[in-house]
């Protein structure tokens, strides 16, 4: 793990050198802008213009080559065609210098595209020139086509090559005045930024002593949420750092208790609900006489058996699901659905307990309940839970009420009965694990398993009872 060495007087030190060297900085800077005014943007200005009037030289020369052509192919005297060469041949020169001194893409870009017009140009001429000192025939406006197209490309080129130079002239005085004014307000810029820099390197300083604390807030929250990761890294001083390494010590032993309870409920799952089923399938079938014939005495002993070993694996189940949830290892799956039908298959796995107790059971659906996002196997449990629950506790002959409604867009379900009530004292801790049942008649799991599903479908749950009144335990689930 890295740790930070640096002790809070070095770092103060550090920050004000730093505010210095900020001030030395934007100084050095606004010397540096002037320098480079005087040795890079003056003397690129200056070519820009020689640019400018090279390129209306270039124009004059390309008009009278336009002109000597003319007139030879008219009066088809030599000397006005040398007076051509002449004109050509100083168009080339400057065309030269100005490949020289071009001081941007685009310049050269337009020299690139002249030169290739004024080959083309220069082709067509000297081809006219030939058939005529030949005497030979030729579609002279198809001649006359070529060169006007060549030489108003030359033109347009030159315009473009002129338009750069001058955008470029306008950049650069605009760089220079700007360097000009921005003088001043640079030196007065350094000056506040330095005082301003002063109260920075305190607020940092504070900060890099505030951020690693914040770093472990956090990472004691996570602890809490039961993440025992010892990935905390940070840059912090000497008493902050030793800290650090203490959570991450920390962690790694929380990691490994987590691991040995993950292993431990590994071998319950495997190794203590398995074989209680295969003693309950056992028993069954004995008590079927798959093996023969049985006793009455038997056939009882093997009913108690039964029973109790079916009492164990739902303890079993409860005891895994619990504390799947605790450890936030219980997988959810949510997709939309409406809970109306995971209420009817509840009613119907407990009615033939209700039905053997003589407990009517009603229920009362307020409109449609609509669809919502919610983990079916899970709302199924709560529901089949709380319901069990009532049934349970409800004396024969007694009354369960199912209802639901949908208000404000959230769902509200009630399961109210008539059974004893819950006192006073006990209704504060009702849904804590091992204080929501009577152990002779159940594991004391059933209500907490409910308040833990509920509370990772973002709802609530909670329960309102008067002793020989009954109870009624309600949820609600938002949208």
Not at 111 to 128: C, D, G, M, R, W
Not at 136 to 146: A, K, P, V
Not at 184 to 195: N, Q, T, Y
Request: charged share 25%; net charge neutral; with cysteine.
């Amino acid at each position: 793990m890295k740790i930070t060495k640096t002790g809070i007087l070095p770092r103060w030190a550090v920050g004000y050198l730093a505010a210095l060297l900020l001030l030395a900085v934007s100084n050095g800077y606004s010397v540096w802008k002037l320098h480079q005014l005087g040795t890079t943007t003056i003397p690129n200005l200056s070519t820009d213009i020689r640019i400018i009037d090279l390129q209306r030289r270039m124009v004059d020369s390309i008009l009278s080559q336009l002109r000597y052509e003319q007139k030879y192919l008219l009066l088809r005297d030599p000397g006005l065609y040398s007076q051509f060469v002449e004109a050509n041949d100083e168009f080339h020169r400057l065309l030269g210098t100005v490949e020289l001194i071009a001081n941007s893409p685009a310049k050269k870009n337009s020299l690139e595209k002249i030169e290739t017009s004024v080959a083309s140009y220069e082709s067509v001429v000297n081809e006219q020139a030939n058939r005529l000192k030949e005497g030979r025939r030729y579609n002279f406006w198809s001649y006359q086509t070529e060169k006007t197209e060549a030489s108003d490309n030359i033109l347009k080129e030159l315009k473009g090559l002129e338009q750069h130079a001058r955008d470029d002239v306008e950049r650069k005085m605009s760089m220079a005045t700007e360097a000009g004014r921005s003088a001043p307000r640079i030196a007065f810029a350094a000056l506040v930024v330095s005082l301003l820099s002063a109260l920075s390197m305190a607020f940092l300083i504070t900060r890099s002593i505030t951020r690693p604390l914040t770093k472990l807030v956090n990472k004691t929250k996570e602890i809490s949420r039961g993440v025992f990761k010892s990935n905390l890294r940070i840059d912090s001083p000497p008493e902050i750092a030793e800290l650090s390494r203490s959570f991450n010590s920390m962690c790694d032993k929380l990691s490994e208790v987590d691991t040995m309870k993950n292993d431990f409920l590994s071998m319950i799952s495997h190794e203590l609900r398995t074989p209680l089923t295969t003693i309950r399938e056992g028993a069954s079938l004995l008590l079927e006489k798959v093996a023969g014939e049985i006793t009455q005495k038997q056939e009882r002993l093997l009913t108690i058996l039964v029973d109790e070993t079916n009492r164990l694996i739902v303890m079993v189940n409860s005891i895994l699901d619990l504390s799947k949830m605790e450890a936030g290892m219980m997988s959810y799956s949510f997709e939309e659905a409406d809970i109306g039908p995971l209420i009817d298959k509840a009613v119907t796995e407990i009615t033939p307990l209700l039905e053997a107790k003589k407990i009517r059971l009603e229920k009362e659906f307020a409109g449609d309940l609509g669809a919502r996002k919610i983990d079916e196997a899970r709302i199924l449990q709560a529901v089949r839970n709380l319901i069990a629950n009532a049934a349970k506790f409800t004396h024969e002959g007694g009354r369960i009420t199912v209802s639901a409604r949908a208000s404000m867009g959230s769902l509200e379900i009630s399961i109210r009965d008539t059974g004893p009530g819950i006192p006073p004292e006990r209704l504060s801790t009702i849904f804590e694990k091992f204080s929501g049942s009577d152990h002779k008649r159940g594991t004391g799991l059933g209500l907490a398993i409910v308040k833990h599903i509920i509370d990772v479908h973002g709802g609530r749950v909670w329960v309102e009872s008067e002793v020989e009144r009954g109870s009624t335990f309600t949820f609600v689930l938002p949208s």
